[in-house]
């Protein structure tokens, strides 16, 4: 699987962005997918994922109530939607793949390359 994140920018504090993953190849139902980010100076940090069929979700506590993870299996492709955004949550935004059985997943086998994000007024 082969992933490319796209979406990102310059936002001001309070405002919304929303970021595209695209996948490749004809397996993607077949994995759950995941948005982590990292800051200058930090670790990554795990943000969102959503199970196969889209039917579960689980976020990070600092986004929950903000974000919003989808996917559309058709299109092979999985979104954030991130509403209310804070200057610390300006990061690189990665997509990730897991085949995993687990759901959170315990594990990510494919990464995209990563989107920046900037919150600033």
């Known amino acids: 699987v082969q992933l490319q994140a796209s979406g990102g920018g310059l936002v001001q504090p309070g405002g919304s962005l929303r970021l595209s993953c695209a996948a490749s190849?004809?397996?993607?139902?077949?994995?759950?997918m995941g948005w982590f980010r990292q800051a200058p100076g930090k670790e990554r940090e795990f943000v969102a994922a959503?199970?196969?069929?889209?039917?579960?979700?689980y976020y990070a506590d600092s986004v929950k109530g903000r974000f919003t993870i989808s996917r559309d299996n058709v299109k092979n492709m999985v979104y954030l939607q991130m509403n209310s955004l804070k200057p610390e949550d300006t990061a690189v935004y990665y997509c990730?793949?897991?085949?995993?059985?687990?759901?959170?997943?315990?594990?990510?086998?494919?990464w995209g390359q990563g989107t920046q994000v900037t919150v600033s007024s």
């Open positions: 190849g004809r397996t993607f139902s077949s994995y759950a």
């Open positions: 990730a793949a897991s085949g995993s059985t687990w759901f959170p997943p315990n594990r990510y086998d494919y």
């Open positions: 959503i199970s196969r069929s889209g039917g579960r979700t």
